[in-house]
């Protein structure tokens, strides 16, 4: 079991590893209130990343973290993860207008 330090590592390491052997790589996260700590670990029962925080920006980089996940198991293994984004990518699908009357 390995803590990572730097974020960019465990991002890079944990694409490596998830590339590597994606049937057996588990992504998972743990958040502890009471101490305000998140511990995100992945894992293919030979190699365990841990990344643990108490930083409030820190707990928002998982979600970039989470929509690379996401498109690597959607799309394979072999997917382009470089134009993920967070919020940007919700913020750019087109709103509805209001509910009144079309004119």
């Not at 991002?11 to 743990?30: C, G, I, W």
């Not at 394979?76 to 004119?103: C, F, H, L, N, Y």
């Amino acid at each position: 079991m390995v803590y990572i330090t730097s974020w960019d590592e465990f991002v890079e390491r944990s694409v490596q590893l998830f590339r590597a052997d994606p049937d057996s790589t588990r992504y998972v996260m743990k958040y502890r209130h009471c101490d305000g700590k998140l511990v995100l670990k992945v894992t293919d029962n030979r190699e365990c990343l841990k990344f643990k925080t108490d930083q409030a920006q820190e707990a928002k980089k998982m979600e970039k973290l989470n929509n690379i996940f996401f498109t690597l198991m959607a799309r394979g293994p072999d997917a382009e993860t470089s134009e993920v984004t967070g919020k940007e990518q919700m913020d750019a699908q087109p709103t509805k207008k209001g509910r009144g009357r079309k004119q």
